[in-house]
């Protein structure tokens, strides 16, 4: 999300909210097994963070900032990143790799926010050794392993979680809320972008296992399915733009993944979407900063339109359009306690109270079967079939 290291924030994404109060708690229990308060050390969560990246700059500040989480071990490969971070951020435990840290200081959830090829390996083998798992996205590189972590952690009694957070903001909810309401019709279309010029820090973003549809158009997947339902069907094209790009930590690397993508959904009833991302977009970031109105999540219906302002994954309002007014109404301009970096503060939450998570790990499954789709789709040149499904609506 960092599309540059000098692009400044908005202020609201700033704040290190507890997100105790977050839209979107909804008070179902996890299940009979779930666990409580009392089972965690101290009533608080112990979260270990491991890949020390850009990223973890924005969690980490977040996480130690919730008086009910403790960050007890950070680990990179790297593990001068690790300490960097260690220092920063008064983590009294740094590892340089998985299988130390596991074995090493005691905690209840791995916040994963190492490179995307590193997510199945890792997630894996925390799961495994019986921890809660927040991974950033996508959850795996496949569906088989994707699956394989599913069963995993429902074997072992634990939860995992993938990012990202959008179907937690106010904005979505609105959305939803508006569509239930009939005041807008039946939804027929909707279009999603989300683009910048690609990091410039790493090179696995442009080699095999990255790309912009996991890295960036994984946002708008999740917002429309999350909408308008699971997938049935899709059809995708991808391209490469630069031969090459230079990057900060490995210098000129070949550009293997996609940089330019387009997918279209069918989420079944006669409901179709479509999601443009890209790493070879002008930079709008900062068109999208608060009080600006750039769209990204368009949804049209019969007797009106909704139009997001800015990314999905911060939105700072909804305008409404309907049959018989003349002007665009503004909605829900308030992201309240919603921050797209908190997450794992989210889900820790969760885990102390026993509230159900939004956010579910059947929803990242049928997010990465998706967005393999749109590639299969590139490659063979049909429309592919979409077999997992989630529990949707979101909100029941
Ligand atoms: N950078 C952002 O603003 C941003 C925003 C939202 C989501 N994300 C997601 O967060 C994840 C990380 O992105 P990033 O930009 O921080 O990447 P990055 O390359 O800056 O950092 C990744 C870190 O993970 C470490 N790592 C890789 N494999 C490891 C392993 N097996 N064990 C331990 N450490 C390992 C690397 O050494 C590196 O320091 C990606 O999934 C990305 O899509 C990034």
Redesign the pocket.
Known sequence: ???THNIPRRQFLKDSAVLGAAVGLVPNLLGADSSSAASFKGGKIRVGE???????G?YLPNLTSQPFIEVVSV????VE?AKKRAEKFKVPNVYS??DDMLAGAPFDLLVN????P??F??NKKALQAKRHVWS??PIALNLKDGKELLDLAKRNGVHFWG?PTCVTSPQFKFMVDTMNSGKIGKVTAAHGTYGHGG?G??G?FYQKGGGSL??LGVYNVTTFTGLLGPVKEVVGMTTIINPTRKVE?QGVVKVEADENTMLIMNHGNGVLSHVQTGFVYFDGERFAGEGRQLYTIDVTATKGTMHMQGWDWGPSGVDVAREGEAVLETFCKDPGQYN?VGGATYVAQCLLTGNASLITPEHALHVLEVMNACHESQRTGHRVNVETTFKWPIFS
């Open positions: 999300m960092n599309t491991i890949g020390c990246g850009s990223v973890s924005s680990c990179d490969i790297i990143r790799n998985i926010t190492t490179s995307m590193s997510h390996p890792v950033e996205k990012s990091p820090w790493s696995w996991y890295d930590d797209w």
